[in-house]
């Protein structure tokens, strides 16, 4: 089996379970787990922010993210294949309150002017309004894609102009930073809160960072063991993100070569299905065509290969450290034989 359905299923290396067993840990609830406090210091660094907050997942992140900018009543606006919008469950009107609208985008490359034309900042007694906007890089559902620089500096100088919040999901930007040299800090400053996934391509078994301001990041703290998100000796899955950092981050491009390896594949046969010159990561979104998504998921399994369905006809291949090039072409070609009816 070729499993593509997501970056998630990459399990912790020897190295990693090795720096794992080594790590000094300490009780986080109490902030005394010394390898937790080394990787938020470390990450809001590298991120160009004050302070961060280690958190079990990305959701988690975001939600705190989005509750720090958002009060109850007010909305928060992102692009309609948002994974805030689509695949938190509801969590930021289950639990804060939080109203949402979206903009659409295609394939995920947001300009302020969209933007501008969508939110409603201060808007009185009778409309509600936005208080933050939150974009993603990469872009997950759009295929993997990465915001133009520009882009980013005009949003943030849009939100900052209308005084609404600027959140960045940033599950893969590390996957951003690969591709386009630009570094991490110059992307995290543009925004408010910004959360980072250690559980995606860089292949630890758990944990996200939001990171924001000193004072920020103390409010999330609270919210975070309100929500039963307090742990204890965190130190064991803090080492497993540092590791990460140090080994696999550098290994990401892999992935993008393979994902286009993939594509190339695909497009080959069925052009339709994908745009080669558009897969920019190390994610691959294919129109099923007159296939279902669920038939198109079933038919690849049986022949060996594992992808998700994100849409009725929309099925997704992510490549990650447990994936060669090789079998990414292998995959690929199987992939268009299933595609091609
Ligand atoms: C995976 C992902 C998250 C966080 O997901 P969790 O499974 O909660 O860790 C957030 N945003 C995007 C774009 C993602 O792909």
Redesign the pocket.
Known sequence: MIDLRSD?VTRPTAGMLAAMAAAEVGDDVYAEDPAVNALEARVAELLGHEAGLFCP????A?LLGVWLLVQPGQELVCDVRA??AR??MGAHAALHGITMRTWDSGFGVTDAATIAGVITPDAGPYLVSTAAVAL?NTH?FGGGTVQPWEHLVEVSRLCRDARVGLHL?G??LWNAHVATGVALADYGKLFDTV?V?F??GLGAPIG?MLVSSAANIARARVQRKRLGGGWRQAGVLAAAAGYALDHHLPRLGDDHVAAAAFAAEVAAVVPTAVEAARVQTNIVVMDTGPMTATAVVGAAAASGVRLSAVGARTVRAVTHQEVSVDEAITAGRTVAEVLAG
């Open positions: 998630t997942t990305g959701s988690m975001n994974h805030v695949a938190e993603e997950n999901d599950a893969r959360n996934c559980s995606k996200s």
